[in-house]
């Protein structure tokens, strides 16, 4: 059972629909297992938990300490005034543990499950191929731990700002729940981190050629309005700077992803003996084009008229009048 959790015993070509299934479930226990590795680190050191995920609201409450303090905004005086975080059940403290274990478990086990579900899509893989999704997978472990720092260093902490900005506007004054503020923090991380992995998402898509390089240059403005729809749910109402500012970065790698897997496919193409763009491989249909003449020839024209000729004189009283 080991074994075969370590490695497979034959290729996927070779393999039968049961051995592929069975191939699929070790494949889910090696995800679970990395998640669950995460998690297990995580509530080992737990006593860090709180420290670590106060961060953003101190940051929030005192933007000159923040490392992005030149694009901070400023607090409000009832915001640097508000009290510790405060938790009135058990459950919340309980809560709080798993929304960083889980976390911590996406976190790590995100490139495995990259890697895993790539093997799947592109089951013709060479041997070539199978070694470049080693990079390819931390890869996508630095993107979400760049979308994950992101959101975490300035989105969380502008939110607080934002949100804060907006009750004291309304005269309410806010009591941050420990359990409601560090689920904040961590989903937000966790969403952003994910999202910025979608350019990995494209290359995949357009290597195993599902998808071609043109058609996602082709709608690029539908992409560029999903974008946007996505982090306006990430961030908050009314910040312009912080909405133009992440979806101009998801954007490039938008274009970043098309461009990068214009080449990978092209260079995939031209290994396996086929054309470079996959645009060329469409045939001409020369049996529609017959068709197209031959209903053009069994067109009926329509019929002349007979020219009229002159009547005939033999026997004609009526030309003598």
Known sequence: MLSSL???????????????IEDLRVSVIRVLTVFAVGMVAALIYYEYIPTLLSLPLNWA???????????????????????????????????????????????????????????????????????????????AFFLFLAGAALAFFWLTPISIQVWHH???GMGMEVIWKASDYFGLVTMMSLITGITFQFPLALIILMWTEIVRPKTLLQHWRGMLFGIVIVVGILTPIGDIISLAILTSILFGFYLLAIGLGSVLVRRKRVARGDTPHPEEDEPYDLDNE????????????????????????????????
């Not at 809560?95 to 495995?112: D, E, I, N, Q, R």
């Not at 024209?301 to 026997?315: L, V």
Request: net charge neutral.
């Open 61 to 139: 409450k005192n933007p000159e300490t923040s490392p992005l303090h030149f694009i901070m905004g400023r607090a409000d005086e009832s915001l640097k005034s508000m009290g510790e975080l405060k938790e009135f059940t058990f459950m919340g403290v309980w809560s709080v543990l798993m929304y960083a274990a889980f976390s911590a478990g996406v976190a790590v086990a995100s490139p495995v499950f990259l890697y895993e579900t790539a093997r799947f899509v592109g089951p013709a893989l060479t041997a070539k191929e199978k070694k470049a999704l080693i990079p390819f997978c931390i890869a």
């Open 6 to 20: 370590i490695r497979r015993k034959r290729e996927r070509s070779e393999m039968t629909f049961l051995e592929h």
């Open 166 to 168: 907006f009750a004291s």
């Open 290 to 321: 017959d068709e197209d003449e031959d209903s053009e020839k069994n067109v009926k024209k329509p019929a002349s008229k007979p020219k009229s000729s002159p009547p005939s004189t033999d026997g004609d009283i009526s030309s003598l009048d």
